[in-house]
Structures are given as C-alpha cells and as structure tokens.
C-alpha cells in the first residue's frame, strides 16, 4: 500500500500532539528535578566553589526563580529521549516505509549527541572559561557572584555544545534520505573551518585562544565525524516512479502542506 499525502489539518494536529507530550515530559522531569535542587545546584556549582568562590543572592526572589530555572533546564535533560522521539516521530509521514526505521537509530543517537555536547562543555570548557573570567578582576577585587545570573550563565553556555554534537546525527539523517552527500561536505570544509573559527570566538565566554580552541577543536572533530558518516551511509533505495509522483522524504514534507 503506497504512502498517501496528509491534509495541513491532519498535519498541525500530529504538530500539536508532538508539542504537548513534549511539554507533558519536560513538566514531569522537571518537578522530580525540583525535588532534587540541592543535589543538581552542588553540581552546577563546582565549576564555581573549585576555585573557592562564593555566590550570592541579590534578590527576594533570586533562590526561588533559580530552583525553578534549574529544575526545568535538568527537567528538558531528563525528558530527551521523549523530546527526540517526539522530534523524529513528526518526520515519519515524509518518509518511506524503508527509511522509518532508521528512527529507531536516529533518536537515541540524538539523546547520545546531545548530553555528550552538554557534559564536554560542562566539565571540559566551563570551570576553564570561570576561572579566566573571575580572574579579569585581578587580586584586589573581590567577585561577587550572582546566582541567578551564574545559572543563566551556564545554560546559556551549555545549549550550543550540545546543538553543535547533533551535527553528526543530522547529516546521517540526510545522508540517509539522499539529501546531503559525502563529496558536498568535503568540498565545503573551508567554509566549515571559518564558520566554526568565526563562532567559537563568538560562544565561548573567554578572549583567549586556549578557551577558543576548546570548544572549536571538538567542533571540527565533530564536522569531520559527518563527512565520514557521509561517507559510508548510502541513501535509501528509491523507487523513480514513486518519486516522480512526489514521495519520499524531500516531496514528502510539502505533500503534507
């Protein structure tokens, strides 16, 4: 039985279901997290009290809106694996019945990818970038840290990392569906290593090039580990006459509009 086109309505209804059992996930993580703020706010804090730094609180509300900042931030590293599943899932009516099953791989590569980025920044980059920055006062003044402002500090520098190590579970995804190809890759590595220069400068907290290439080493690493995934992943077969008459997965996702 051949795949059939799905209506916009139907669409934004599948849309719709994916969001909200996302949402349903990322609530649930996030208030056992809340139950485990004391234990959650020592490990965020270690890049911090290595050093022998103290933070503080300069507002009524500054503990209780950090709790809830960070249990919803761990609460969305809890519920990954729902989130992905959810992500992929909305993708299953552009493909073909031969390339679903390739979510069975794609999303616990992506949860994977994903908290190896989130755990390389945390405890590779991070206390390296604090150290550097508190270190800018000079000896005769003292920081005093925030902790609001240092929890928003290191979510913010945490979500590249782990968007960046996705790279690899993207281009097996469409090298797979015949959208991207190893030779396309390889003769834009120029371009890659300028764009990852360019950005490295630009994300990491520090001005110093050992922080720079800290995050732009792995990065490269990372576009390197796609070009050989590229490389040796074959597209799916595909039937001419189907895709003549607009299936798959390229066709596939503006048949549902």
């Given at each position: ?17 994916v969001?909200?059992?996302s ?18 706010l020592a ?10 730094y ?30 992905f ?9 552009a ?26 920044g ?26 609001g ?10 979500l ?6 996705e790279?690899p579970?993207?281009v ?13 890759l390889a ?5 890659a ?11 990491t ?10 995050l732009?080493?792995p ?21 001419l ?6 299936s ?9 509009t």
């Amino acid at each position: 039985m051949e795949d059939k086109p799905i209506p916009l309505l139907k669409h934004l209804e599948v849309l719709r279901r994916v969001l909200l059992v996302s949402l349903v996930a990322v609530a649930a993580c996030s208030l056992v997290a809340y139950f485990y703020y004391d234990y959650l706010l020592a490990i965020f804090l270690r890049p911090v009290t290595q050093w022998h730094y103290q933070l503080v609180f300069i507002g009524v509300t500054e503990a209780f809106l950090t709790r809830l900042r960070l249990s919803f931030f761990s609460g969305v590293l809890l519920a990954l694996p729902v989130i992905f599943w959810q992500a992929w899932k909305f993708l299953l009516p552009a493909l073909k019945r031969n390339e679903r099953r390739l979510l069975l791989l794609l999303v616990p590569l992506s949860v994977l990818f994903f908290l190896l980025g989130v755990c390389f920044g945390f405890f590779a980059v991070l206390p390296a970038g604090v150290k550097v920055l508190l270190a800018m006062g000079g000896p005769s003044i003292a920081p005093m840290i925030s902790l609001g402002n240092y929890i928003s500090f290191v979510i913010k520098f945490l979500l590249p990392f782990g968007l960046i190590f996705e790279t690899p579970v993207v281009v097996l995804f469409l090298a797979r569906a015949g959208l991207i190809t190893h030779s396309y890759l390889a003769r834009r590595r120029k371009y890659a290593v300028l764009i990852i220069a360019v950005a490295s400068a630009a994300l990491t907290p520090s001005p110093d090039v050992f922080t720079q290439l800290m995050l732009g080493l792995p990065t490269y690493l990372v576009f390197e580990l796609s070009v050989l995934i590229a490389r040796f992943v074959r597209p799916a077969p595909v039937d001419l006459a189907a895709r003549r008459e607009g299936s798959g997965f390229a066709s596939g996702i503006w048949s549902q509009t």
